[in-house]
């Protein structure tokens, strides 16, 4: 799988947009971009993942450049329960999912009120 | 919907003692199942895996050990506790077709 730069903190004001950037210049043609987040003590939660269009649910949206090197995860409105560790993670599919998932250190989100 | 559950969230355990640590998924039938441990800033080691009921897949030797007696439920455990077995404990599980994994609340285990 390949690996991803994400920066290491970001602040965000209550109810403004946030933006979180990541970077996978290694990225092969079949992997996707999966973005979870995690709250101190708590298990990941699952937001988003594209493989080459944007995407968009109930949480977040997600914008994969042309060349799928990088992408952006937009919190449109965020709140003050959207203060997580945000992680950026690219996959292939394989048939049983038994792999590590290189999580790496993430985002650190604070949402500001 | 699916939703996942898992338990204790947190246990303290002396050295040498037993350890059991369940999971449980409903609202979906047949899933993959997966036992992980998260350290900090290093992401997810895969430690087991199921894809069906009775079969494990074991990623890395430990003093660990998995079981699957039903569909939806996978156990963690251990007969004696080391020190290094301390740690978070993810539940985890995918749909067989799918790709996306969702994982449990976690558990935080503390051998003494």
């Known amino acids: 799988d390949a690996k991803t730069t994400q920066p290491p903190s970001m602040d965000c004001a209550e109810g403004r947009a946030a933006n979180l950037p990541c970077n996978h210049s290694?990225?092969?043609?079949?992997?996707?971009v999966y973005w979870y987040r995690q709250i101190h003590s708590q298990g990941p939660q699952y937001i988003i993942h594209?493989?080459?269009n944007n995407e968009t649910n109930e949480m977040a949206s997600l914008i994969i450049t042309e060349d799928r090197k990088s992408s952006t995860l937009i919190l449109p409105h965020a709140t003050l329960r959207d203060t997580a560790v945000y992680y950026c993670?690219?996959?292939?599919?394989?048939?049983?999912?038994?792999?590590?998932?290189?999580f790496g250190t993430g985002t650190r989100l604070t949402v500001i009120p | 919907s699916q939703t996942i559950h898992q338990w204790p969230a947190t246990l303290v355990q002396p050295v040498g003692s037993p350890l059991s640590l369940e999971c449980t998924v409903e609202?979906?039938?047949?899933?993959?199942l997966y036992w992980y441990r998260q350290a900090a800033g290093r992401g997810l080691q895969l430690l087991f895996y199921?894809?069906?009921?009775?079969?494990i897949s074991s990623e890395v030797p430990q003093n660990l050990s998995a079981s699957r007696p039903q569909d939806r439920q996978f156990i963690l455990s251990s007969k004696k506790l080391l020190l290094s077995d301390s740690g978070f404990y993810l539940c985890?599980?995918?749909?067989?077709?799918?790709?996306?994994?969702?994982f449990g609340e976690g558990s935080w285990l503390t051998v003494v």
């Open positions: 985890a599980w995918r749909r067989g077709a799918g790709n996306t994994i969702y």
């Open positions: 290694t990225i092969s043609g079949n992997e996707y």
């Open positions: 594209g493989l080459k």
């Open positions: 993670i690219v996959r292939g599919l394989d048939q049983t999912g038994a792999n590590n998932l290189f």
């Open positions: 609202g979906t039938s047949n899933p993959n």
């Open positions: 199921s894809v069906g009921i009775g079969q």
